[in-house]
């Protein structure tokens, strides 16, 4: 049996980007140690590894890393094309496995991942923290507690002009861009709120001349209960008010709706107008960025809900959930190819 006293000992694979977040985000929570890192590029790892203080052991090979360092599981955050791989290196030694959204690069990758994680009896966990969000999860609460009585329609919006692709550059040479990037997150949403979905009609353009996947992405898609859901994705979408990166929510249910607005304010709305209006801020760390930090926040909440599962108990974002996930985002772009509805 476990020792939930004893730390866990993790090996952060990629110190690109995102890692800073996710090592700042780690270190908030007591119970898991940071004792080696990989990256390709040794100066990477070297340098996080300096910023963060760390006194981690370094690798620019993972094979290496596997064979000689004592861990009890990986965080994987790497680009998506190699997330395949390293599950699979570390599940065959043994390990438990964290890993960042997209999970895989197409459906039949993530499939082995998370069939490979199962037949080696290792642990598969992805970091899907979006909807960890404070709002989303307030939001839940409201719509579980009954308030608008039974939901028939909803609209989940993440729509920016944000220039994305200023510090993330490699977005723009993605075939695929926003239902793997952002649908990703705003599909798990809609799963997390709404439950699973019988059927999809997806719609993508490409707005920005300078990109190669598509920017915009509309789905419209049925619940298993008949309930109707409206998820729009765009990164090219001048309004009035800027809301990156902040996901918003209409819930329309027989008593009233649920709307989860602009700088984080949720407004429950009946018949006799609008009875409660609450801002939900998200914890403020002091390595956020600030433009970010209803995102970076989130990471914390995520990873502790993971270390709950990699110690044994329920986590929300397991490998098999996600892939219910990843099945969306493939079918979405299924059905814009094909132009027809698409049934899940």
């Known amino acids: 049996m476990q020792n939930h006293k ?5 090996a952060i694979i990629g110190t690109g980007f995102w890692a800073n977040y996710q090592i700042a985000a780690w270190l908030e929570i007591p119970g898991v140690q940071i004792v080696a890192l990989y990256d390709r590029t040794k100066k990477k790892a070297e340098e996080v590894n300096e910023k963060f203080r760390l006194n981690a052991t370094v690798y620019d090979d993972y094979s290496t890393l596997l064979k000689i360092e004592n861990i009890d599981f990986v965080d994987i955050i790497t680009d ?16 438990d496995v964290v890993c960042q959204k997209p999970m ?3 459906l039949e990758q993530a499939d082995n991942m998370v069939a490979t994680c199962k037949n080696a009896g290792v642990k598969f966990f992805i970091h899907e923290n979006f909807r960890w969000q404070a709002p989303i999860r307030k939001l839940k ?8 009585g039974k939901p028939f329609k909803a609209r989940v919006s993440y729509c920016s002009a944000f220039p994305v692709f200023d510090n993330q550059s490699f977005l ?54 008949g309930m109707h859901c409206y998820a729009e994705m765009s990164y090219a979408s001048i309004l009035e008010k800027e809301a990156f990166p902040q ?8 008593k009233g709706s649920l709307h989860l607005t602009n700088d984080f304010e949720l407004k429950v709305i009946t018949r006799s107008g609008v009875i409660v209006s609450e801002i939900i801020n998200p914890k403020m760390y002091n390595w956020l960025d600030p433009a970010y930090a209803v ?4 990471i914390v909440d995520c990873n502790v809900d993971i270390l709950n599962g990699l110690r044994g108990g329920f ?13 969306l985002v493939w079918k979405s772009y299924e059905s814009a190819a094909a132009a027809k509805k698409i049934t899940i």
Do not use: W
């Open 6 to 10: 004893a730390k866990l000992r993790c």
């Open 80 to 95: 998506v094309d190699s997330h395949e791989m390293f599950t699979i290196m570390a599940a065959e030694k043994g390990l």
């Open 104 to 106: 895989a690069a197409n």
């Open 141 to 148: 609460n409201a719509l579980d507690a009954g308030v608008i």
């Open 172 to 225: 723009a040479m993605l075939d695929r861009f926003i239902l793997m990037d952002i649908g990703s997150h705003v599909l798990d949403i809609c799963r997390f709120l709404f439950g699973e979905f019988s059927s999809l009609y997806c719609l993508t353009q490409t707005v920005n001349p300078v990109i190669r996947g598509e920017d915009v992405a509309n789905v419209l898609m049925k619940t298993t209960s």
């Open 247 to 254: 996901t918003l929510a209409l819930i329309e249910g027989e």
């Open 295 to 298: 995102v970076h926040s989130s």
């Open 315 to 327: 986590c929300e974002t397991t490998g098999a959930d996600n892939l219910k996930t990843v099945d």
